[in-house]
């Protein structure tokens, strides 16, 4: 899809796509505080939890190069708007279910959502961001997971004491819709290549697949999404097992998401100030790592003030966490190859991301289960940030040189 490099919307046009990626992202963090409820009402496992936390990323599993394709055809700012009425869709459907099934389905819908948001979002920063703001605007987009899952872990936390489930569910389907309008009127129309240049499309897609950079960098990604989404997708579950009661199990949760955010920013207003992006990674695994360990192999509940120093650590590991995709968002426009397709980068990085959050609270509930409590979740932790550094070691960034803010290219 040819797009101009040259921001083309009013100065503050990304906020509006910042805003429509934390409404989807409230799609996903609605759930976590939602799960006793969700176990009690619907009786389900805790493997069946598990999956219940990843299916809305099955989409963009499966479907991220299609989405992009889409993109190509019909243009990203349609794509986006399409993908919040598919939000609203899935979860005031998801209100009604009666059983696991019907949830699981209404889940997949909102997957199909979430992945046009998020595919969608950073060429859109990209179109409407003034140069100066670009990598700023690309921080607070890779901070959306984050803002999401602090306003959803907390607002939930607090909603779900005095209403059903149910209410919850409908409510965050009117949020999913709020952003439309405003993406409509701020957001510049789409320039797309039609059906006729579909073959073009298609080539370009071709060229992004075949080369090994977008892989590589998607398979990182998904080191980083895999634990990260395990833990705190399972942290409210986690307290209220450890004897915590009331609000503060979602409250805490959501402190721990909104660390993430806060690293996220704050490391791309490092880069900004001229600190190489991709010396970041690597110390951001190690300590993820570190972290993790002494979180979850440490058993905190018989020592004084342990669930203190756990949340510490907790925060600590989402904290550095978040400088992960700040780093790897501002490398996407070096890694597509050349006569590429920006969209299909995205989506290719989207799908493997998005593998990485759908197999992560699964893989964690199902060692939870086998082990008989929580601590076995640093196994997890520690071999996927280990596979996570060997990768990040391969990346090969097409311009060597720094990218200017207005041209590079990031994925979600």
Not at 83 to 95: D, H, P
Request: glycine share 12%; proline share 7%; aromatic share 8%.
């Amino acid at each position: 899809m040819a797009v101009s490099s040259h921001p083309t919307g009013t100065g503050r046009s990304w906020v509006v796509v910042v805003a429509a990626g934390v409404a989807a992202g409230l799609q996903v963090w609605k759930v976590p505080p939602a799960l006793p409820f969700l176990r009690h009402d619907l009786s389900l496992s805790l493997v069946q939890a598990g999956t219940l936390l990843g299916i809305v990323q099955l989409a963009g599993m499966l479907g991220g190069l299609a989405v992009s394709l889409l993109a190509e055809l019909i243009g990203e700012r349609r794509c986006l708007s399409a993908g919040l009425v598919l939000l609203f869709l899935g979860s005031a459907g998801g209100g009604f279910a009666w059983s696991a099934g019907p949830l699981l389905v209404s889940r997949a819908v909102e997957g199909a959502g979430f992945i046009l948001v998020a595919v969608m979002g950073p060429g859109l920063i990209r179109r409407t961001a003034p140069p100066g703001r670009f990598t700023t605007a690309m921080g607070f987009w890779g901070a959306y997971q984050g803002i999401s899952t602090f306003a959803g872990l907390i607002v939930g936390a607090l909603a779900l004491q005095v209403m059903p489930w149910r209410v919850w569910w409908w409510g965050m389907a009117v949020i999913a819709l709020l952003p439309l309008p405003w993406v409509l009127a701020r957001v510049p129309r789409d320039h797309a290549g039609g059906v006729r240049g579909a073959a073009d499309a298609l080539a370009r897609i071709g060229r992004t697949v075949r080369a090994p950079a977008p892989w590589t960098a998607g398979l990182v990604f998904a080191c980083y999404t895999l634990p990260w989404m395990a833990v705190v997708g399972f942290l409210p579950t986690i307290y209220r097992d450890g004897g915590m009661t009331g609000s503060w199990p979602g409250v805490l949760s959501a402190v721990v998401g909104a660390a993430n955010a806060v690293g996220s920013v704050a490391t791309a207003a490092l880069m900004r100030r001229g600190l190489p992006t991709r010396v970041l990674i690597v110390p951001a695994f190690v300590l993820m790592a570190v972290t993790s360990v002494l979180a979850f192999a440490v058993h905190w509940n018989g020592l004084p003030t342990g669930t203190a120093w756990q949340f510490v650590c907790v925060t600590v590991f989402s904290l550095t966490g978040g400088a992960i995709p700040a780093t790897l968002l501002r490398m996407i426009g070096e890694l597509t190859p050349v006569g590429g397709s920006a969209p299909a980068t995205m989506g290719l990085i989207q799908q493997l991301f998005n593998a990485g959050s759908f197999v992560g609270p699964t893989l964690a509930a199902w060692l939870a289960t086998r082990t008989g409590d929580w601590h076995s979740t640093w196994w997890l932790t520690c071999a996927c940030t280990a596979v996570g550094i060997a990768l990040s070691r391969r990346l090969r960034p097409r311009v060597k040189t720094r990218v200017p803010d207005a041209t590079a290219v990031p994925c979600a």
